[in-house]
Nanobody, 122 residues
Framework: QVHVVESGGGLVQAGGSLRLSCAASGSIFSINDMDWYRQTPGKQRELVAHITSGGSTNYADSMKGRFTISRDNAKNTVYLQMNSLKPEDTAVYYC????????????????WGQGTQVTVSS
C-alpha cells in the first residue's frame, strides 16, 4: 500500500557532497517521523538522522555539522544533504518512514526503502 524509494546515491570523492531523496507514495493519510539509516557489511544498521512531522531534527554525533535532514510534506519526501563526506561514510543508506494509511487511521506503520549506495573515495 505504501512504496518508499530512495535516490541520489553514487560515487563521490572525499570532501564532496551528495543529496539523497526518499519519496513515499500510496495510500498515505499522513507521515509522522522520517529517518535516514545506513549500513555497512557486517555491521548493524545505524541511525543517521531523524526528523519529526513538525520539523524537529536530531543527528548521530558523527554526522552533526555535516549532514542535514529536511522534508517536504507536500511531496511526502525526506532529504539528506551530506557535505564534507569521508570514506567512512561509505554505506547503503536507507529511509524509514512512519505512516498513517487511509484504511487504518489509528495505526502507524513503518516502511523501509530499498536503499541507495553511497561510496566515498579517498
Amino acid at each position: 500500500q505504501v512504496h518508499v524509494v530512495e535516490s541520489g546515491g553514487g560515487l563521490v570523492q572525499a570532501g564532496g557532497s551528495l543529496r539523497l531523496s526518499c519519496a513515499a507514495s500510496g495510500s498515505i493519510f499522513s507521515i509522522n517521523d522520517m529517518d535516514w539509516y545506513r549500513q555497512t557489511p557486517g555491521k548493524q544498521r545505524e541511525l543517521v538522522a531523524h526528523i519529526t512531522s513538525g520539523g524537529s531534527t536530531n543527528y548521530a554525533d558523527s554526522m552533526k555539522g555535516r549532514f542535514t535532514i529536511s522534508r517536504d510534506n507536500a511531496k511526502n519526501t525526506v532529504y539528506l544533504q551530506m557535505n564534507s563526506l569521508k570514506p567512512e561514510d561509505t554505506a547503503v543508506y536507507y529511509c524509514n518512514v512512519r505512516v498513517v494509511i487511509t484504511t487504518a487511521l489509528r495505526t502507524e506503520f513503518s516502511y523501509w526503502g530499498q536503499g541507495t549506495q553511497v561510496t566515498v573515495s579517498s
